[in-house]
């Protein structure tokens, strides 16, 4: 299993540098992971160190609360593109999923189709830890009628990220050609491997390093 290949390596802390998004890339190249996920704001600087790679630039869209206007998170999928990312995880507006409105889904295809226009892929979060099973049985179909092209569990900034139990909720309810990505907790090989058994297809870890470590002793 060449777990490198599902992994994004991610720094999405309020308080990273220049220095540690120059060293995630490095890090990210040197281990031939899938991704590099980063906050909006430094995806212009990744994009000129992955540019020869096939490494993807993934950053996030409406974070990490998702109840922007939807006319913000087009400006900011726009922005992002044009910065270099590839890939936008935009967390889905929850409190309207919550309160029955169809505008959740409406968003979503709004998102998909400014996405999907410029050969880019669309990850949507769900935030699990906010659900209920079959809140999040929904939300999975529901990202996936709207053009997702993967469903992900949670952001990492709620009171728990992924677990096996919501992953593979979301693998069996999810279409064939809909991913998943589990993103939230996963510090280790243990939980690596847990969430790929569980259905995971990406990983979402700021402990890329540790699990490689962890892999090849």
């Not at 995630?24 to 992955?50: D, T, Y």
């Not at 020869?52 to 400006?75: A, C, R, W």
Request: proline share 3%; aromatic share 6%; charged share 20%.
């Amino acid at each position: 299993m060449e777990i490198n290949r599902y992994i994004e390596h991610t720094n999405l802390k309020p308080t990273i540098t220049d220095k540690e998004v120059d060293n995630l890339v490095q890090e990210a190249i040197s281990n031939e992971f899938v991704g590099v996920c980063l906050p909006p704001f430094w995806v212009k600087r990744a994009a000129r160190e992955l540019a020869p790679t096939d490494i993807q630039l993934v950053t996030v869209i409406g974070f990490p609360l998702g109840y922007q206007m939807t006319e913000s998170k087009l400006l900011e999928i726009d922005k992002a593109i044009n910065n270099g990312a590839n890939e936008l995880d935009i967390v889905m507006n929850i409190s309207a999923f919550k309160a029955g409105m169809p505008w959740a889904k409406i968003e979503l295809a709004k998102c998909a189709q400014l996405i999907h226009e410029a050969g880019c892929m669309m990850k949507v979060i769900i935030e699990t830890s906010y659900l209920s099973d079959n809140e999040v049985i929904s939300a999975t179909q529901l990202c996936a009628q709207a053009g997702a092209d993967f469903v992900k569990t949670s952001t990492g900034f709620s009171t728990h990220g992924a677990t096996a139990h919501h992953v593979s909720l979301m693998r069996k309810n999810a279409p064939s050609n809909v991913g998943v990505k589990a993103s939230g907790g996963i510090r280790d090989l243990v939980s690596a491997k847990e969430m790929i058994a569980a259905g995971a297809d990406r990983l979402g870890t700021s402990s890329g390093l540790e699990i490689m470590k962890a892999l090849n002793s």
